[in-house]
């Protein structure tokens, strides 16, 4: 498959009072055209520093300090702000980790999604509404609901209108960070099976984040794991699950199966993620590593292809 975005030695940190904090540390993939690939790790991992790097919408006190993001032979890095103009929601566009707790309260849904394609098309304010409508009814969204203000919708509702309004300007890629976050069990399905969809009718790439990789497994064809701002394991998502190479991966599959019996406590990964803002020699995850070695802690796996188009960073394995 053809590859519409390039992340090539991506390193950003955030230069706060307590010093940089390396949030996203060397970390390099390919995101191919029509496919879905999910970025999973824990909280704090660097995943929405990604995301936001790849739109540029990295803001004080971080900065990308270093490699190149190339989407679709343009490097984002060097764009103009008219080009970036013309990328952001056009190209690639966001539903923000959250985001659908942040609709602006005072407006009804169906303005929003307008007032969003007038900001980024040259439309009339009467084609944006009439576009808005249609891309409600999309998502599910009955056309009564056009003149809701935010709080008269379901949760479920409030994250279709955001997927919708990120949907608005036929964009090539899609990001959706945590999109099913904060939604109960069945809402969460729906939510995924909706965005399935939309992959599927507009042929799209999309970059599905969250903590929970469970949520990815049914939807994804790649998976990245994160840790600690690094990346530890990229495969196919069958491959993934059935032959996990990194320690950390086969933790966070073990994590998900170990609900047993009553009375025992669901499995986790003992210890947690290491400070960012120290210098980390090593694997990062050699303190929580079950099966580290002498070298672990001062040698740096760097990222191989072990099995075809199947990647990982652990010294036991490289
Ligand atoms: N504006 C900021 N200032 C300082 N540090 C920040 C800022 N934004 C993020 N960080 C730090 O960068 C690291 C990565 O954060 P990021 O939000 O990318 O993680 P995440 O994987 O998306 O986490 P979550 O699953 O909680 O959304 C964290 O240690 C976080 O504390
Ligand atoms: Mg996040």
């Known amino acids: 498959m053809e590859t519409l975005l390039e992340v090539k030695n991506l390193s950003v940190s955030y230069f706060t009072r307590r010093g940089e904090i390396k949030a996203v540390d060397g970390i390099s993939f390919n995101i191919r055209r029509g496919e879905i690939f999910g970025i999973a790790g824990e909280s704090g991992c660097g995943k929405s520093t990604i995301a936001m790097s790849i739109l540029r919408l990295i803001r004080p006190p971080g900065r990308i300090v270093d490699g190149e993001i190339i989407f679709d032979g343009t490097n984002v890095l060097q764009m103009s702000q008219e080009e970036l103009r013309n990328f952001r929601w056009k190209k690639v566009s966001m539903v923000f980790q959250g985001a659908m707790n942040s609709l602006n309260p005072v407006h009804r849904i169906g303005s929003q999604i307008a007032e969003a394609i007038l900001i980024h098309d040259d439309v009339s304010r009467r084609e944006a509404l009439k576009r808005a409508e249609e891309l409600l009814t999309l998502v599910g969204i009955e056309r009564s609901r ?22 608005a300007l036929n964009p090539k890629l899609l990001i959706a960070d945590e999109p099913t976050t904060a939604l109960d069990v069945v809402v969460q399905r729906q939510v995924l099976d909706l965005l399935m969809d939309m992959q599927r009718r507009f042929d799209l790439s999309l970059i599905f984040i969250s903590h929970d ?47 047993v019996h009553k009375g025992r406590r669901l499995w986790s990964i003992p210890g947690s993620p290491p400070d960012l803002d120290a210098d980390i020699p090593g694997c990062s995850f050699e303190p929580r590593c079950q099966e580290r070695s002498d070298r672990c802690s001062s040698n740096t796996p760097g990222l191989m292809e072990v099995e075809p188009h199947h990647y990982v960073a652990c010294n036991r394995v490289t």
């Open 213 to 259: 990789i469970s949520t990815m497994a049914g939807l994804s064809d790649r998976i990245a794991i994160m840790y600690a701002g690094r990346l530890m394991e990229l495969a196919d998502t069958k491959e993934l699950f059935s032959s996990p190479l990194h320690a950390y991966t086969r933790g966070l599959i073990k994590s998900l199966t170990g609900f």
């Open 146 to 167: 056009l003149k809701d203000y935010p709080h008269q919708l379901s949760g479920g509702m409030r994250q279709r209108a955001v997927i919708a309004m990120a949907l």
